[in-house]
């Protein structure tokens, strides 16, 4: 692969660096603030800053829709995602942030025209924000199909009655539409057939919102994580994505895209906290000397530098091969970034803490939040033991076929 960015991205890149440097660095302590004073709804300078990255050309860069985005491959995106990551609330700002991304990219693919026209649309202007439900609390969701949400059929509707939990983005009060998975053929003989997708607008009758879920205390306002009960919950027929059978059809080609996306950011978060843990290692003087000097310091700081970049450039090999052969041919890869990333990502945050002593705990830094997050995608978007599980089987067929 080419190792070099496309001339298209360095000038996005620069593009989008000077807008992080210029606006949005200088938004988080006032985003901090003003999320203490309503934790639910959009905080002001985050729909300032939105203005002004539309202004600017930096939005809806994940699609490769030229169309509708900026027209990126995969492999162009990543260092974007990258430089977004190191700021937790800054793919919002350019309309990059998950679930969303993930459901606009379903609804592109495979949502009708009406579909596109009620969603889509507003979710590319960033009018509106959306959920994908998912997982539920007494089964292992890691499992798709033992998914237990019932869809069924009862007319010219659907009806929908389940128990989701972790439910990302659905208690911000600007989330408009669910995009809920369930069985509408829960006998099929084939497993993978027995699950369909459908659009629940969050405020149908029978969607009831339980409470927030936390990760580590944190409850990740203004989007969260909701326990959400599908209560004999009615949707028109028409609002099932694609055709009955066909969710986990869906659901992986959802996941690809979304899968490499968290580790780009997640390697801009690593970035972040590698940059922190050498100022801070500069400027504290401990036993008469600056951290920096510590044998034991400087190896956190050269190992941490290693395991980015070996990251890095295994999620840019995944982006080139999907771009070059899909997302089926990169399957691998995928299984690959989404297992080395996160824990690397937990690792560099982690050595960051340790460094910053007591204080990187705190709420003065970002550290302690940017680890929660790094810490969920060990689990979002499949666990890590899933993965291994795949890419373990993948591997001994392949290899075990061989003859030496």
């Known amino acids: ?19 992080m440097h210029d606006h949005v660095y200088p938004a988080e302590a006032v985003f901090h603030r003003q999320l203490q004073e309503d934790r639910w709804g959009e905080p002001a300078i985050l729909a300032e800053l939105k203005i002004k990255a539309r202004e600017a ?39 990059c942030s998950a679930p969303d991304t993930g459901n606009m990219e379903v609804l592109a693919r495979y949502g009708s025209p009406r579909q596109r026209e009620q969603w889509l649309k507003p979710l590319l202007a960033g009018e509106i924000r959306s959920a994908f439900a998912m997982t539920e609390p007494k089964v292992a969701s890691s499992d798709a199909t033992n998914i237990e949400t019932s869809i069924v059929r009862t007319g010219d509707d659907y009806v929908i009655n389940g128990h989701k939990f972790y439910i990302s983005g659905a208690l911000n009060r600007r989330c408009k539409i669910l995009i809920v998975m369930g069985k509408t053929d829960p006998d099929n003989s084939d497993r993978h057939r027995q699950q369909s997708q459908i659009l629940v607008p969050v405020d149908t009758p029978g969607v009831n ?50 899968r490499i ?37 400087r190896e956190d700081i050269a190992r941490s530098a290693c395991e980015i970049e070996q990251a890095r450039l295994l ?17 691998d890869l995928i299984s690959m970034i989404k297992i080395v990333a996160p824990q690397m990502a937990c690792n560099v945050i982690d050595r960051a803490i340790q460094i910053h002593g007591a204080a990187g705990l705190s ?42």
Not at 2 to 16: A, G, R, V
């Open 261 to 297: 996306h968290h580790c780009m950011r997640l390697i801009g978060q690593a970035q972040r906290a590698l940059e922190m843990m050498c100022r801070r290692a500069e400027q504290r003087v401990v036993f008469g000397r600056p951290m920096s000097r510590q044998g034991s310091v």
């Open 209 to 258: 919102i339980i409470r927030p879920m936390t990760v580590f205390g944190y409850d990740d306002a203004p989007e969260g994580h909701a326990e959400i009960v599908f209560d004999n919950v009615r949707v028109p027929a028409d609002n099932l994505i694609l055709g009955e059978g066909r969710g986990f059809e869906i659901a992986q080609g959802r996941l690809g895209p979304g």
């Open 363 to 404: 709420q003065d830094y970002n550290l302690a939040q940017h680890y929660s997050y790094a810490r969920t995608i060990r689990l979002a978007d499949g666990p890590d033991q899933v993965h291994m599980m795949q890419l373990g089987r993948n591997l001994a067929a392949r290899y075990g076929a061989e003859s030496d």
């Open 1 to 19: 692969m080419d190792f070099e960015y496309s001339d298209k991205t360095k000038q996005l890149l620069e593009h989008l660096k000077c807008f």
């Open 57 to 95: 050309g930096l939005w809806n860069l994940f699609l490769p829709d030229s169309n509708s985005g900026a027209g990126l491959s995969n492999l162009e995106y990543a260092p974007l995602a990258e430089e977004m990551g190191r700021v937790l609330f800054s793919s919002e700002v350019f309309n």
């Open 315 to 331: 999620t840019l090999k995944a982006a080139d091969w999907m771009d070059r052969y899909g997302n089926r041919a990169a399957r």
